[in-house]
């Protein structure tokens, strides 16, 4: 018997592929304009500095492969992503335990609405409305890293109609994924079932309905998003 007064809402998940099993989501990290070229199309400098993330709900999360253009906007961009999954967490973590934290990779969209986006920009308020929408994070089955290894270079890309639009390597992360997972870590206390986000090169653009974005990772199946 539970004292929840309400139904207790269920618990988001991702597949794992290959099995029955599924991936628990507790929180969602994304990490902004961490490839340089991405940064310098968004009208910023590439320079290292201190990484900045904000946050997705875990109940934004969709594996259904479909999007639903969502209401309020006229201009949704798509973003392709590495996902990396944590099987365990810590505070004030060093670089060289950051990987022991990694469950398994995936491929994920940070769908934008980016007109709200920018209007919250020049407003100096925060970015939710136009980033933690309802399935704003589409995203493909997890791979564990026992069957991926490390993967730290090869090709991300995003087609729209078999028009690639999206096309660069994991190896220009600006921040590698142990250096997001550490900074994490001293602000947060992470912990099993979290998502990072670790960012998106160059080509972001807007999205219409009827179009299929495929989206791809090197060492995980491609992942393919019809929007609605």
Same mark, same amino acid.
């Given at each position: 018997?539970?004292? !929840?007064?309400?139904?207790?809402?269920?618990?988001?998940?991702?597949?794992?592929?290959?099995?029955?099993?599924?991936?628990?989501?507790?929180?969602? !990290?994304?990490? #902004?304009?961490? !490839?340089?070229?991405?940064?310098? *199309?968004?009208?910023?400098?590439?320079? +290292? $500095?201190?990484?900045?993330?904000?946050? +997705?709900?875990?109940?934004?999360?969709?594996?259904?492969?479909?999007?639903? !253009? @969502?209401?309020?906007?006229?201009?949704?961009?798509? *973003?392709?992503?590495?996902?990396?999954? %944590?099987?365990?967490?810590?505070?004030?973590?060093?670089?060289? $335990?950051?990987?022991?934290?990694?469950? =398994?990779? =995936?491929?994920?969209?940070?769908?934008?609405?980016?007109?709200?986006? #920018?209007?919250?920009? +020049?407003? #100096?308020?925060?970015?939710?409305?136009?980033?933690?929408?309802? /399935?704003?994070?589409?995203?493909? @089955? %997890?791979?564990?890293?026992?069957?991926? #290894?490390?993967? $730290?270079?090869?090709?991300?890309? %995003?087609?729209?109609?078999?028009?690639?639009?999206?096309?660069?390597?994991?190896?220009?992360?600006?921040?590698?994924?142990? *250096?997001?997972?550490?900074?994490?870590? /001293?602000?947060?206390?992470?912990?099993?079932?979290?998502?990072?986000?670790? =960012?998106?090169?160059?080509?972001?653009?807007?999205?219409?309905?009827? $179009?299929?974005?495929?989206?791809?990772?090197?060492?995980?199946?491609?992942?393919?998003? +019809?929007?609605?």
């Amino acid at each position: 018997m539970s004292d !929840y007064v309400i139904p207790s809402p269920l618990r988001p998940s991702l597949p794992i592929k290959g099995t029955s099993g599924r991936f628990p989501v507790r929180r969602i !990290y994304c990490i #902004g304009r961490n !490839y340089a070229d991405h940064a310098i *199309e968004m009208g910023h400098d590439p320079e +290292k $500095e201190s990484p900045f993330f904000f946050q +997705k709900n875990a109940e934004n999360i969709d594996s259904s492969g479909e999007f639903p !253009y @969502p209401p309020e906007t006229n201009d949704v961009h798509f *973003e392709v992503e590495m996902i990396v999954a %944590l099987k365990s967490g810590g505070t004030n973590l060093e670089l060289d $335990e950051a990987m022991q934290l990694v469950f =398994g990779y =995936g491929v994920g969209l940070d769908m934008t609405r980016r007109d709200l986006q #920018g209007e919250m920009k +020049k407003l #100096g308020r925060p970015w939710e409305i136009g980033k933690a929408f309802e /399935r704003s994070a589409p995203m493909g @089955p %997890l791979v564990p890293i026992d069957e991926t #290894g490390q993967l $730290e270079s090869g090709a991300i890309s %995003l087609s729209v109609d078999g028009a690639v639009r999206q096309n660069g390597d994991l190896n220009q992360m600006i921040w590698k994924v142990p *250096e997001q997972i550490a900074y994490l870590s /001293r602000f947060y206390d992470i912990a099993a079932g979290d998502l990072i986000m670790s =960012g998106t090169p160059a080509g972001v653009g807007p999205i219409q309905k009827g $179009e299929i974005m495929e989206c791809c990772v090197a060492g995980l199946d491609p992942f393919v998003v +019809k929007v609605v």
